[in-house]
Structures are given as structure tokens and as C-alpha cells.
């Protein structure tokens, strides 16, 4: 892979002295907020990685390269950039051999981080079902990703912009465990709770590592959902955010927005209706997962 491959030098470093590494995407910078708080939030979470003991490691694609940590330069370019393209699994092997640059998704920075020999990875939220994908199939990458790909991933959850429902039920039938840290609900992103349960509940990172140790030492294949809730102090109105993102829905069927367009236009919908709280939410749940992952990475490394 090394044709591929380039290592930030902290990565490296990190990886030479057998330090636990955390992966970060970086659609959440291109795609998930505006600037510069995009750029302040990828170098706060890089920073409580650091802060708990782990290496991060935030992929991107650039040059023709896949970016296992990014420098000071390329997380501003990444940040500022606008023409980055929104890389799932289908868009690597264009981006990679076009030298555009790719910023990754869930499922992209799962398939990377695999092929660097990172176990854990720290997201905000996971894609999901889209609600009327039984007429759409608009069923984002991610959760095959999760079927088949032995990264761990950090969130708080599904938005609820998803059909939450569904998207447990698909998990389900690919075998990948939903497990709720400190929680017996699945989070909805936005809010800590919502009307479904995770399938376990584990308190301590440690005990998390051990699951995902005995997982992949039986030889069963595929991620494992690590579903954190919002803090409490963060955490907004299931009722009104649901309701606003009803509003939203109806804004983007209106508008016939769909496939890959439809979750920053409703994410940039949700910010406006919220006026801002949403990306105020959006940043806090980032760096709480970033303190869990990069907690369980040390665990499962000492293991």
C-alpha cells in the first residue's frame, strides 16, 4: 500500500512507538460546518486525542494520496477548499487517481484507517436509512461499511434526519453490535436519547476494548458501533428538533433535493431553523467522543 499511503510524521512517530491511534474523517471539516470553525474543531479533537493519551490521525486525500494524519497546512486547505469531494467507497479509487482532493466519509475513512492498521475510529454521527427508503433505497455506505470493515466507531449515534428504526434493523442484519456507552438507548446525534435501544450497555472503556478484542479474535468480521451520547447540558428538545427537522424534510422533498445532497442541506437547514445551537450541539458531541475513543484505543492497545 505504501504506492497509496503517506503518514503524517506525528502518525508515524506514534505508530513506531506503539502508541494507540485514532482515525478522524474529514467530511465533517469539508462538508459538516463553515469556516474556521471547521478548522478549530479538527485541531480541538486532534488536541483531546493527544490530551488522553492517543495519536490522531485525521484522513484526507490529496496529490493522488491517502493522508493517514494531516499537517497544520493541509487541515487549512482541506478547511478552505472548495471544490473537496465528498469520497465514499464507490468515489476512492476516481479521487486517488485523479489527485482531486477527497475528503472521507464514515465508510471511506473506515476502508483507509483499516489499510493503515487503525482499529478505532472517532466520528460525530453515522450515516444511516433514509426515512422512505423503502421507495428510495437511499441507504447510505456506511452501514455496509460497518458489516464488513474491523474498525471500532465512536458516535453519538444516527441523526434523526435518518429513520432511526430502519437503520437498527439493517445493522442488525449484518451482525454489527450497537453498543451504548454509559447508556441503554441509541442517541439521535442532537439529543441523547431516542425511541430505540442500543443492544448493550458498557460503562467503562475498558470493557469496550475487551469486546471488540474477543469480536475480532473469533474471526467475526465487520465494526462495531460505540454509540455516545451528547452531554446532558447539550443535548436539545427531542420534540422541537424533530420538529424542525420535519420542516426540513419537507423543504428538501420540495426542492427535489436528493441522494448525497440531502444531509448537508439538511444539516445547513436544521443550523438556520436552530439559529446556530445545532452547530453548537454539532461541536460538543465531536469532542465528547473524541475523549471516549481516544480512552477505548488505549485500553484495546494495552490488550
Known amino acids: 500500500m505504501r504506492e497509496f499511503l503517506t503518514y503524517s510524521k506525528e502518525v508515524e512517530e506514534g505508530m513506531a512507538a506503539g502508541k494507540a491511534i485514532v482515525a478522524l474523517e474529514s467530511t465533517i471539516i469539508s462538508h459538516g460546518m463553515p469556516y474556521p470553525q471547521n478548522v478549530e474543531m479538527a485541531r480541538k479533537v486532534e488536541q483531546i486525542i493527544r490530551d488522553n493519551g492517543a495519536v490522531p490521525a485525521t484522513i484526507a486525500i490529496m496529490d493522488g494520496k491517502i493522508k493517514i494524519g494531516l499537517s497544520e497546512e493541509e487541515l487549512e486547505t482541506l478547511g478552505t477548499s472548495k471544490n473537496a469531494r465528498k469520497t465514499s467507497r464507490r468515489d476512492l479509487p476516481y479521487v486517488v487517481a485523479s489527485k482531486e482532493i477527497g475528503a472521507t466519509t464514515v465508510a471511506t475513512t473506515m476502508i483507509c484507517a483499516e489499510l493503515a492498521g487503525i482499529k478505532m475510529f472517532v466520528t460525530g454521527g453515522i450515516g444511516g436509512v433514509h426515512r422512505g427508503a423503502e421507495t428510495t433505497m437511499d441507504i447510505s455506505a456506511d452501514l455496509e461499511e460497518l458489516a464488513s470493515t474491523n474498525v471500532a466507531v465512536v458516535c453519538a449515534g444516527a441523526k434523526s434526519i435518518l429513520d432511526i428504526g430502519l437503520t437498527l434493523e439493517y445493522l442488525e442484519t449484518k451482525g454489527v453490535p450497537v453498543v451504548g456507552f454509559q447508556t441503554e438507548k441509541f442517541p439521535a446525534f442532537y439529543t441523547a436519547t431516542s425511541a430505540f435501544n442500543a443492544n448493550f450497555r458498557l460503562d467503562e472503556p475498558q470493557e469496550v476494548a475487551e469486546m471488540l478484542k474477543v469480536k475480532w479474535d473469533l474471526g467475526l468480521n465487520g465494526g462495531a458501533i460505540i454509540a455516545n451520547p451528547i452531554p446532558a447540558e447539550h443535548s436539545m428538545e427531542e420534540a422541537y428538533i424533530n420538529g424542525i ?52 484505543a488505549v485500553e484495546l492497545n494495552k490488550l
Open 245 to 296: 427537522i420535519e420542516k426540513a424534510l419537507n423543504e428538501a422533498e420540495e426542492n427535489g433535493i436528493k441522494g448525497k445532497d440531502v444531509t448537508p442541506f439538511l444539516l445547513g437547514k436544521v443550523k438556520e431553523l436552530t439559529e446556530g445551537k445545532s452547530l453548537e450541539s454539532n461541536i460538543a458531541l465531536v469532542y465528547n467522543n473524541a475523549t471516549v475513543g481516544a480512552k477505548i
